[in-house]
């Protein structure tokens, strides 16, 4: 028998986020089952943030929230987060997550705005950031492998591979970059706000330490041993942005320039929503303490409207500058 769709509650504040509370299972096939309470941001007990991409969402999956007395109600959530859930689910410990499909009601305008303000602080208060790039695949593994080695020591201009190991490495870290997490907005200001010495990267069931993944260059020096000349393969051809932004402990963007100087960024980023465009970099941005003369989020407005008013801020503060981004 079909369940009844679980109907969201009104947050109380605009300081309260919701967590799930995923429900352990060892059995990869057990239904995905959760408990959502609520908090104030500053009083909410320790939770790890999860930083993936949504996917198809024509594509949905439900889970089972237990909601009141036990009930039972479904949620659906796309793939993407359904797998996500999957990979995180401890075999014996319930786990406190916020993951924004789940804890945050999308049919409310006035929530989404809400939360969007808050995002930073969920993130930055996080025990953990997880980004999670989806499944493993037959190259993903070489690929982190390389990655963690080349990480380890940044100095190293080139290492030496024969030139079928060098071109092979390059197919699967250039393979691996290209999945979807690295192509969106969202995920910047998820990676610049989280606490970089705990964040992790999750691929399939493998877990590696964030930090491995945002060298500004990768060489493979590929020349086979009888060669005299050096055959170099750059890794990948274009390095993500979100690798090479940085995070709030290295610096706090501020001011006409600095934002002007993120759009430009990640103008080939991509986003479902093109006012998000606008609104992701929002937690990167320190409008400082005059809180009338920001940019805030408003879904309620439309795409064309967000882009005017980011325009109408910039102008008085780099002229015409931000024609040229």
């Known amino acids: ?16 986020i919701r ?22 941001l500053n009083e909410a007990p320790t939770y ?43 075999p014996d410990t319930q786990r406190a997550l916020w993951v924004d499909a789940v804890c945050i009601n999308q049919d409310d305008i006035s929530e989404r705005n809400a939360q969007v303000a808050l995002m930073g602080g969920i993130y930055r208060d996080a025990a953990r950031v997880v980004v999670d790039v989806g499944e493993a695949s037959d190259s993903s593994g070489a690929a982190i492998d390389f990655i963690a080695r080349y990480s380890r020591d940044p100095g190293t201009e080139a290492i030496l591979f024969n030139m079928t190991g060098g071109l092979g490495i390059r197919s699967a870290v250039s393979e691996f970059y290209r999945r979807p997490w690295f192509t969106r907005v969202w995920v910047l200001q ?94 990167m941005f320190d409008f400082g303490p005059d809180h009338e003369d920001r940019i805030v989020a408003d879904y309620g407005k439309s795409a064309a409207q967000v882009y005017v008013e980011a325009a109408a801020w910039l102008l008085p503060r780099v002229g015409l500058a931000f024609l040229s981004c």
């Open 1 to 16: 028998e079909p369940l009844i769709r679980y109907s969201y509650q009104p947050l109380p504040s605009r300081d309260r």
């Open 19 to 40: 967590l799930l509370h995923l429900d352990p299972s060892d059995d990869r096939t057990a239904p995905i089952t959760i408990t959502i309470s609520e908090h104030r």
């Open 48 to 90: 790890d943030a999860l930083s993936y991409t949504w996917g198809d969402v024509d594509d949905m999956h439900d889970i089972v929230v237990l909601d009141g007395f036990n009930a039972r109600r479904a949620l659906p959530v796309t793939k993407n987060c359904h797998s996500a859930l999957r990979r995180l689910r401890l």
């Open 190 to 283: 998820e990676v610049f706000m989280a606490r970089q010495e705990t964040a992790q990267l999750l691929c399939g069931d493998r877990l590696v330490d964030w930090a491995v993944f945002r060298p500004f260059k990768i060489w493979v020096d590929s020349r086979p041993a009888w060669e005299t000349e050096h055959w170099h393969v750059a890794l990948p051809t274009l390095v993500p942005q979100s690798l090479v932004i940085g995070n709030r402990h290295e610096r706090q963007h501020s001011g006409g320039q600095d934002f002007l100087a993120l759009l430009c960024k990640v103008r080939s980023c991509l986003s479902t929503d093109p006012r998000d465009k606008i609104f992701a970099l929002l937690s």
